[in-house]
Nanobody, 126 residues
């Protein structure tokens, strides 16, 4: 059983940056498919970024060029660097872990993941 705890959210102005962290225990970030998702009120959960065990990264179209996913095996932590924040980025951000099978078409689908954190809120004001 993998436990995930997110942190780093907050309230920022448009154009600002945040770095979200996800501390993992009970499993290693280097041996799972790891992803970041977000959910705004009244909307479906959206996959924003994923990193496969080999290190390849995947991003949703709405965040490409602004979001960067990374991981640190030594601290067993997943990160999401968010730059050039927009009001539409406002959401509850979750990290997730899934089995390491090679199915890249599904890496940004919530159904692909087994373990979820509790989320960290990001609020962007204009």
């Amino acid at each position: 059983q993998v436990q995930l705890v997110e942190s780093g959210g907050g309230s920022v102005q448009a154009g600002g940056s945040l770095r979200l962290s996800c501390a993992a225990s009970g499993g290693t970030v280097n041996r799972h498919l790891m992803g970041w998702f977000r959910q705004a009120p009244g909307k479906e959960r959206e996959g924003v970024a994923a990193v496969y065990i080999g290190g390849s990264t995947y991003y949703g179209d709405s965040v490409k060029g602004r979001f960067t996913i990374s991981r640190d095996g030594a601290s067993n932590t997943l990160y999401l660097q968010i730059n050039s924040l927009k009001p539409e980025d406002t959401a509850l951000y979750y990290c997730a872990a899934g089995p390491p099978s090679w199915t890249p078409a599904s890496f940004l689908l919530a159904s692909r993941y087994e373990y979820w954190g509790q989320g960290t809120q990001v609020t962007v004001s204009s």
